[in-house]
């Protein structure tokens, strides 16, 4: 790694892909942490007609971000 020392740019570059990768990681692991609350209530709920993987809530979970997520009306 001692050519990351002599070229700033690419230091800088491996960086940013460090954090970005960094925050992704995070991000689908609190995602799936979030989704169990979503699996648990839904089974209960819902659980003698089909019962959900902790993979279908997170699916779920992201589903209703999208369709019920906070807009910005720009005001």
Known sequence: MAILGSIPI????VDTTYAILIVIIL???VGLILAFPVMW???YVFGSFH?????QAWALNVLAGI?????NSGK
């Open 51 to 55: 019962k959900i993987s902790v993979f």
């Open 67 to 71: 369709l019920f997520g906070h807009k």
């Open 10 to 13: 690419l230091r800088k570059l």
């Open 41 to 43: 209530l839904w089974n």
């Open 27 to 29: 991000s689908a692991l």
